[in-house]
């Protein structure tokens, strides 16, 4: 069974591919030296017309599907992971979140700013005391009159200092854990809603992360998402594709510091050769191109399980993306910057980013630790 | 066969850490986000009396032997690996060098100053075109009447930027390869010398390194160090004396991450429990663990046969053992830190927690030093004599 991509996922591929060459790698260095949001770049992205790349047409959307959303992240990712993170928060876990499980009333309302670039989108589920136990989270929802008030704070929310719409998750249902959580749409405008602090890291430097704060945050009733109480379904199968969303990431950080080591490798010339021609350092690219090729398998099958709408069957594949690819991004980029000698640890080469970028990988979207028991439990039934 | 350290060596340990506690603990951070070093950072360890550990006490020095020396690198880095790595070319790559290669005036001069931390020193080999292939080294040394005219370039000069003297590699005889390299002592104020920049790191931030550029940079025949195209015996056994020192600085690195990393799963609590509960958790502490002390002893036991060796390089048993030790202990650190970071979790990858700057220093030291990759070809040189 082999997978191929359709004429139309190629031409993607090669629009975004070429975007990312001529405008996003320029800007990769400076967004990550100040901790700059890539404005210019979600701009011309808008453009491109990628932003609502799950959403129907009829909403501002591009009309396709989990694929195309890898290949963006994917081609953005080889050249800066941080504009790769903004795209794949925005276009992923907010946009397609929405489009999944909003009411009519709601992706008609959301759904076209979010698409067109006007507004941007994050989302909020982790806390200071819920990180891998993401359902102990303490966000409270009290129904009151005709809305909620909400009283808490989430923490590491990607997009945070700058978003406009997020996708919030909180507890309508204390006493009943998991199942008494439920998805909110947040408009920054709500009162009682404010940003807390943003958080200087050591790596996805150009993808601001944040704190929110919500003080008797009032939250209409038409704002909540989905069902009452039934968010942890929503939560969960959300992580599921951005699991995958995140395995397309990884794969474009490990594919662009192999392409760095690579082209190195055949250019730097010691005891009279290009390194290339030695056997440990062919040996680590070797291993960087097979891995790469694994990584691109897994991400695309659990991209078009997702397409072909299959959201209860993917969850050992989408686990099985985010861990392999996230440790293969760190050994590509850490062995990347081995292959460039002293030149790997100086700023004025990309390598020593992409392994600072490729370190969050293995902690965000559920640790490796925590895939590895999400794995353990679908295989022992 | 005693694996403890002698009281002495114990003594010394407890309180330089104590000390880069209390001095350095304090700028870490600072040193790190804004890439400087403090001018009182070198007079301070040269009032601690570790600058010139193993020089002789006629020239300012400790006399110690260089397992002290490797007990201080580890103890500085477990703080700040920036300040043990500049404080390593100053101590080991240049003071040591010129303590055992330099004659009778050389040491008087230069030894002093380098003892409390009035000069500093560094060891400039590298080139831009010459890293791994140390002896394809470029910069060239004519010999000009009572002086030798020096024209190249040296790059990631660690203290570069800072240093007064500098142990220095060039081509007295390009026809001759490795025996045509002489090693000079270079004053920074020599006309000629200069540095032309200072390079950004992505770790061991606040080490300042540099590019020099040497341009008929007159040198005055005194200041070959050692016999003129017999360089080569300098170089190498310096590396293997260099690799031996080192070798203690990612064991540091790795026994800060270690600390950090049982401290915050002690502390941090999910699904009602501290993390450290967690089977995956403990087994990353016990690799932890197993690794460093694994590390420790080839560590020590290579800084103590250097000592006993009459000479390194090629052809000796201390050219694979400190190879070994250096490879073993860099590529364990990163290792370390790496798990260290994943352990933090999301706290592990912001700035404010000191574990990410750990992780990012980590791995310069399976780069410097000889790469890993030329570690492990050394010691397979000398397994196949």
Redesign the interface.
Request: net charge negative; proline share 0%.
């Given at each position: 069974m082999v997978f191929e991509l359709t004429d139309e996922q190629n031409m993607l591929r090669e629009t975004v591919r070429n975007f990312a060459e001529k405008e996003v790698a320029p800007l990769a260095y400076e967004i990550d030296r100040d901790e700059r949001f890539p404005i210019e770049s979600f701009k011309r992205l808008t453009e491109l017309g990628v932003l609502g790349i799950t959403v129907p047409v009829e909403y501002g959307g591009a009309g396709t599907g989990y694929v195309e959303m890898c290949i963006v992240t994917e081609e953005l990712a080889v050249v800066c992971g941080s504009t790769a993170a903004t795209y794949a928060d925005h276009a992923g876990l907010c946009i397609d979140n929405i489009r999944r499980n909003a009411s009519e009333a709601q992706k008609e309302k959301y759904l076209p700013p979010l698409c067109n670039g006007e507004k941007i989108g994050g989302l909020g589920m982790t806390e200071p005391s819920a990180g891998s136990d993401v359902m102990s989270m303490k966000l409270l929802a009290e129904k009151k009159g005709d809305g909620y008030i909400l009283n808490g704070t989430k923490t590491f929310v990607t997009n945070g200092p700058v978003g406009d719409i997020f996708v919030i998750y909180a507890k309508t249902e204390p006493e009943k854990g998991a199942r008494g959580v439920s998805a909110f749409i947040i408009e920054k405008e709500f009162s009682g809603f404010s940003r807390g602090k943003k958080f200087e890291k050591m790596g996805w430097r150009g993808s601001p992360t944040g704190e929110l704060i919500f003080e008797d945050c009032k939250v209409p009733k038409e704002n909540l998402l989905g069902e009452k109480n039934k968010g942890a379904h929503i939560l969960m199968s959300g992580l599921n594709t951005e699991r995958v969303g995140l395995g397309a990431m990884s794969l474009g950080l490990a594919r662009g510091a192999y392409e760095c080591a690579l082209k190195y490798a055949k250019e730097r010339i010691q005891f009279n050769k290009p390194i290339a021609a030695f056997q440990l350092i062919q040996a680590k690219l070797a291993d960087m191109a097979m891995e790469i090729e694994l990584s691109r398998l897994i991400t695309y099958e659990g991209a078009a399980m997702a397409d072909m709408g299959l959201h209860e069957e993917m969850n050992l594949i989408a686990s099985y993306a985010k861990l392999y690819t996230s440790e293969v991004a760190m050994r590509v980029t850490t062995e990347a910057v081995q292959v460039l000698g002293g030149y790997g640890y100086m700023k004025e080469f990309p390598v020593e980013r992409m392994m600072r970028d490729a370190k969050l990988q293995t902690i965000g979207g559920g640790t490796s630790e925590i895939q590895r028991l999400i794995i353990a439990r679908e295989i022992l039934g | 066969m005693d694996f403890n350290l002698s009281e002495e060596h114990r003594m010394l340990r407890d309180s330089v850490y104590n000390f880069a506690v209390k001095e350095f603990g304090p700028i870490a951070e600072e040193m790190d986000r804004e890439d400087i070093l403090p001018d009182w950072v070198f007079p301070r360890m040269g009032e601690l009396g570790i600058l010139g550990i193993t020089i002789p006490e006629e020239y300012g020095g400790a006399g110690s032997d260089l397992l002290s020396a490797v007990i201080a690198v580890e103890q500085l880095a477990r703080v700040s690996p920036s300040i043990a790595l500049s404080y390593g070319a100053h101590a080991n790559l240049c003071a040591n060098n010129i303590k055992n290669n330099a004659n009778e005036e050389q040491k008087n001069k230069y030894l002093p100053p380098l003892c409390t931390g009035e000069h500093i020193g560094a060891m400039a080999l590298?080139e831009p075109?010459?890293?791994?292939?140390a002896v394809?080294i470029q910069t060239t040394a004519v010999r000009d009447g009572d002086f030798y005219i020096l024209n190249g370039t040296k790059?990631?000069i660690t203290n570069g930027p800072v240093a007064n003297t500098f142990v220095l590699y060039a081509k007295t005889d390009k026809e001759k390869g490795a025996h045509g390299i002489t090693a000079f002592i270079i004053e920074k104020d020599f006309p000629g010398f200069s540095v032309s920049r200072k390079?950004?790191?992505?770790?061991h931030r606040g080490s300042p390194t540099a590019e020099l550029v040497l341009e008929d940079c007159r040198v005055p025949v005194e200041n070959v160090e050692g016999e003129v195209d017999k360089g080569i015996n300098v170089m190498m056994s310096g590396l293997d004396i260099e690799r031996a020192f080192f070798a203690g600085e990612p064991l540091g690195i790795a026994e800060a991450c270690f600390d950090l990393s049982v401290k915050f799963a002690k502390e941090r609590?999910?699904?009602g429990k501290p993390?450290a509960s967690?089977q995956?958790?403990q087994a990353k502490l016990a690799d932890m663990y197993t690794n460093i002390e694994a590390a420790r002893l080839l560590t020590y036991k290579a800084a103590i046969e250097a000592d006993k060796a009459e000479r390194g390089g090629s052809g000796t048993e201390i050219h694979k053992l400190a190879a070994a030790s250096i490879l073993f202990s860099a590529e364990m650190a990163?290792k370390v830190a790496?798990e260290a970071?994943?352990i933090h979790?999301?706290y592990?990858?912001?700035?404010?927690y000191p574990i990410?700057r750990f992780?990012?220093d980590a791995?310069?030291v399976?780069?410097?030093a000889g790469?890993?990759?030329i570690r492990?070809?050394i010691i397979a040189g000398e397994i196949l004599k």
């Open positions: - | 590298t075109g010459a890293g791994s292939d394809g790059m990631f390079l950004e790191k992505v770790g609590v999910q699904f993390i967690f995956l958790i990163t790496l970071v994943q979790g999301g592990g990858y912001m700035l404010e990410q992780f990012r791995k310069l399976e780069i410097g790469t890993s990759e492990r070809l």
